[in-house]
């Protein structure tokens, strides 16, 4: 079945530091999506990437699907104490019976030291 | 609108007993996701229904586990007999379409099984 890895699982890094978060999926997908959790909360969208070798950004968030639609990445430039939470990748299948699925990478945990 | 609406947000029984978890999606999505989250195994996808009808059920852990969705307003997840390792937090999130689309998280109920 369809399965989407992510690396690393924690991350910790002074603020200002950059942070890159890194996302696998065992099968070519439709699209990838990331989202933020922050402690004691859900999963709140940021940002869908559809086409291959797609590069968006965000203000300091900059999110690339690879060519062969199966990772993906988010870095983030000059971390702050708000960007604080854990970080999901969601692939979604591209057809057969995975067409809609939406499967969720482990997600990284990101702390920042002020 | 008031986003998805889960209840209870907290839920504490004893093993043994039968809990039912639900959930109300946004009005007008017709996908609709229950997840489980535990530190250990991140967020697993249970089922998703699109338009009321079960596509994938392969992430119900065993018998134990049910969900229904009578129709586009509601859902329902079922545990019965419920057991400790079943403790987690269970999200559900709705979506507009089968593809392109961001999911919206409700804000989840802790289940604690003693």
């Known amino acids: 079945g369809q399965q989407v890895m992510q690396i690393p699982q924690y991350q910790h890094v002074q603020e200002g530091e950059d942070f890159t978060t890194y996302c696998n999926s065992s099968?070519?997908?439709?699209?990838i999506q990331w989202y933020k959790q922050r402690p004691g909360g859900h999963p709140v969208f940021l940002i869908q990437?559809?086409?291959?070798?797609e590069v968006k950004k965000q203000k300091r968030l900059t999110f690339q699907f690879g060519e062969a639609k199966k990772n993906s990445s988010l870095h983030i430039t000059a971390t702050q104490t708000t960007d604080v939470g854990t970080y999901f990748c969601?692939?979604?299948?591209?057809?057969?019976?995975?067409?809609?699925?939406?499967?969720f990478g482990q997600g990284t945990i990101l702390t920042v030291h002020p | 609108d008031a986003g998805v609406i889960q209840s209870p947000r907290h839920e504490v029984t004893e093993m043994g007993q039968e809990v039912t978890l639900r959930c109300k999606p946004i009005?007008?999505?017709?996908?609709l996701f229950w997840y489980r989250q535990t530190m250990m195994r991140g967020l697993e996808l249970l089922i998703y229904?699109?338009?009321?009808?079960?596509?994938?059920d392969s992430g119900m852990p065993e018998d134990r586990f049910s969900a229904k969705m009578p129709n586009a307003s509601f859902s329902t997840l079922k545990i019965q007999p419920s057991e400790p390792r079943d403790s987690a937090v269970y999200f559900c999130?709705?979506?507009?379409?089968?593809?392109?689309?961001?999911?919206?998280f409700g804000q989840g109920t802790r289940l604690t099984v003693v």
């Open positions: 009005s007008g999505h017709n996908s």
């Open positions: 099968t070519t997908l439709s699209n």
């Open positions: 999130a709705s979506r507009v379409g089968v593809g392109n689309t961001e999911a919206f």
């Open positions: 990437l559809v086409k291959s070798g």
């Open positions: 969601a692939g979604a299948g591209a057809g057969g019976t995975s067409y809609g699925k939406l499967t």
């Open positions: 229904f699109n338009n009321n009808v079960p596509i994938d």
